[in-house]
């Protein structure tokens, strides 16, 4: 594919497939999403359904994409190669005619030339345009149109006046020949085309990066201790395997023995290498760069982190922003125009001089071919993808660069985000008659079925309460059973105890709890039975040392910055002042956030949410943009446009900055593309502008909006840790 009016084809032809119900195809990152009912259609059928256009449509991550990638450059470079050759030795026998005086050479000799331009014609026009002239024949016979058809028709007009004029001197078209215009548009469009493939391979990277990382086979440990290689498709939860210096991670998993330094950067942005040894947690697609490690295999397949992040980064390569798709709904009516606008270019000229109507058209043709506008909008976004990716930001729509470029209001959740999602129980308040330690207990067995940071902290606490009191056991026994969540409210659940009624127990905020108010600028987590309150845990939380200079940049960017919270007022109006943000609003339900937020977007504001993605689906849907924050969210589930793999809030301000970027210079690409295409097509319609001119500026023009865009690849800035003492915890 080479242009929007490709991926609009092979849309509609997929869509035509009984049993598709959506498709969605990008002519930049030449990727496809499609979704079918298994029960109509399988993927073999509308997989069919695009070969009649010409192409072949293959598994994203098929064992065979990267090779049939690496031949189709191959030949690129092959077909630009004849061309380029063929171009010189064409244009030295060119010259002479430029460059004499009528008489000074012979027309035997002249003639001779033309013959010779021929002969060296041939192999650009039946090798080099081979792609070319395939696309545009498939384009008439399915009664279609694509960027390939103007061009083609105007390679083989060229190529055909000039044979004419070749083989017969004195007729209509023996004049002048047009070899070296035919070969030198052949060569800079296959410039333009091969740059253009260069940079889909350098943006589309970080991707391509992510998905070739797990290995083929691992070495996996025998019953009777012996090793055995064997495909990772083989291999199960609970299975031991051996990772090599040099080698990836075939799946999430704990580390039984050996020390290494390990790789992380594509899944979690951190550049640094980690230290890994036994009771250390690896994760699918980090590398191991040193030692040898066993691990025990904890998660495998979809449910790995690596899985997820594929997903969102393939979601991301093949979504469409709102300008991309207001050029591929003009990108078909372009093209007829630009037909239309040939063919009367060189009926007008025709009378005066057929020759030169003939070129005239051909110049029309070439000059207004839309390369530079189709890639405008998708190189730039998808450049800028692929550096965020790079750096630990995963872009799961690109429409939301867009979106975020003219946000003008950022809301904070408080836990998890401004704080570190560690927390620490610093004081605990019961009932008459209960005392910690089973408070304890029972809020522990509660919260190890939730993944909220405040669960967690509650359940590490609980079990090491009791291994320290050798109460191990006796706690892992306590199982809860019909455990619910709540969201933004707590977790419940009832507790069976023999020859007595099921007990039902709470664990969260004081309103869903009924706990009496309690002052306290530490955040409050409340327990309760059936008979009501039972206990109170007091919790500190730590700020992220980052967090206050993060405020100040956005700040300085002209961001207004607000927090809303389900934490109590007190505990988020002290963490909001801390930081730097002077608008804070706690006790909020996600209901209450996403009707604060409603009330901001009435007003007109474009507002970016960042929150941890637990209890914020909500508002992060509701969001214009939103950010997920942290490694223990669900990746696959959530709702964010973009998700902060490596858990710092510096990439928050590189991130808003890179989409004013990004944005910046997809104006300047559309803003270029329409004043070469509105000071070409005069020159070309009046016949000042010979084909191989037209060839050069489209060539330099699709080349322009390239390099252009390529100055989004660049990775952000490194995150400079700060020390932990930054701040303290309160």
């Known amino acids: 594919m080479h242009c929007a009016a490709c991926a609009i084809t092979l849309e509609d032809a997929l869509r035509a497939v009984p049993g598709v119900q959506s498709a969605q195809i990008s002519g930049a990152s030449h990727r496809g999403q499609i979704v079918w009912s298994a029960e109509l259609t399988r993927p073999s059928e509308w997989m069919r359904a695009v070969e009649p256009y010409g192409y072949k449509a293959l598994p994203a991550n098929d064992a065979h994409a990267h090779a049939l990638r690496r031949d189709e450059a191959r030949r690129m470079v092959w077909r630009w190669s004849v061309s380029a050759m063929c171009m010189m030795q064409v244009m030295m026998y060119a010259t002479p005619a430029y460059l004499s005086e009528p008489g000074d050479i012979a027309a035997e000799s002249m003639h001779l030339l033309r013959w010779a331009s021929w002969v060296l014609s041939l192999p650009v026009i039946f090798f080099s345009c081979a792609p070319f002239l395939k696309n545009a024949w498939r384009d008439l016979r399915d009664r279609q149109i694509s960027m390939d058809l103007p061009v083609a028709l105007g390679m083989v007009v060229t190529f055909v006046v000039s044979t004419l004029g070749t083989f017969e001197p004195h007729g209509p078209f023996g004049a002048e020949v047009f070899f070296d215009s035919f070969t030198m548009f052949v060569f800079f469009l296959l410039t333009g085309r091969w740059l253009e493939l260069r940079m889909r391979d350098r943006t589309a990277g970080a991707l391509e990066a992510v998905l070739n990382r797990l290995p083929a086979s691992v070495r996996k440990l025998q019953p009777d201790g012996s090793w055995v290689l064997m495909s990772v498709r083989r291999l199960q939860v609970g299975d031991v395997i051996e990772v090599l210096p040099g080698e990836a991670f075939a799946a999430d998993g704990l580390v039984l023995s050996g020390q290494a330094q390990v790789d992380e950067a594509l899944l979690t942005g951190e550049s640094r290498p980690l230290p890994r040894k036994a009771g250390d947690r690896v994760i699918a697609g980090s590398h191991n760069l040193s030692g040898t490690l066993q691990v025990k295999i904890e998660q495998m397949g979809a449910s790995t982190r690596y899985a997820q992040i594929v997903a969102l980064m393939e979601s991301a390569a093949v979504s469409k922003p709102a300008m991309a798709l207001m050029v591929d709904r003009w990108a078909k009516p372009f093209l007829v125009a630009v037909m239309l606008a040939a063919f009367g270019a060189a009926a007008y000229w025709w009378p005066t001089d057929p020759a030169h109507a003939v070129m005239v058209g051909v110049a029309v043709l070439i000059v207004t071919c839309p390369c530079a506008l189709s890639l405008a909008t998708p190189a730039a976004m998808l450049a800028t993808a692929g550096a965020l990716a790079r750096s630990g930001v995963l872009v799961r729509r690109l429409s939301a660069l867009q979106h975020l470029a003219g946000i003008d209001t950022v809301i904070f959740d408080k836990t998890g985000t401004l704080t570190r999602d560690a927390f620490e129980v610093v004081r605990i308040h019961t009932r008459e008659g209960v005392c910690e330690a089973q408070a304890l207990d029972l809020a522990g067995a509660l919260a190890r079925h939730s993944l909220h940071p405040v669960s967690r902290a509650l359940w590490s606490m609980a079990r090491r309460q009791a291994e320290a009191e050798g109460r191990w056991l006796d706690l892992e026994a306590r199982t809860m059973h019909n455990v619910g969540e709540q969201a933004g409210q707590g977790v419940h659940g009832t507790l069976r105890c023999p020859g007595q009624d099921d007990m039902l127990f709470r664990l969260g905020s004081a309103a869903f709890c009924a706990a009496p108010p309690r002052a306290s600028q530490h955040l409050q987590v409340s327990l309760a039975d059936a008979s009501g309150w039972m206990a109170t845990f007091e919790l500190a939380e730590e700020i992220r040392p980052e967090a206050a200079r993060v405020v100040r940049q956005l700040n300085q960017l002209g961001l207004r910055l607000k927090v809303l919270s389900g934490d109590g007022q007190a505990a988020v109006t002290q963490v909001a002042q801390a930081v730097g943000i002077s608008d804070a609003q706690g006790s ?78 997809v104006r300047q690409n559309l803003w270029w593309s329409a004043i070469y295409n509105a000071a070409c097509v005069p020159l070309a319609v009046v016949g000042w502008l010979p084909a191989w001119a037209a060839g050069l500026g489209m060539a330099l023009s699709s080349l322009g909006v390239v390099l252009n865009a390529l100055r989004l690849s660049k990775a952000l800035p490194e995150v400079l840790h700060a020390p932990d003492s930054a701040h303290p915890p309160f």
């Open 588 to 665: 909020c339900s996600p209901q209450h956030k996403l009707q604060a937020l409603q009330a901001l977007q009435a007003q007109g504001h474009k507002v970016a949410m960042v929150g941890d993605g637990l209890n914020d689906g909500p508002v992060l849907a509701g969001a214009d943009v939103s950010f997920a924050l942290g490694q223990a969210v669900p990746l696959a589930q959530s709702k964010s446009d973009f998700v902060l793999m490596g858990g710092q809030l510096d990439v928050l301000v590189s991130t808003v900055q890179r989409s004013r970027q990004t944005l910046r210079i």
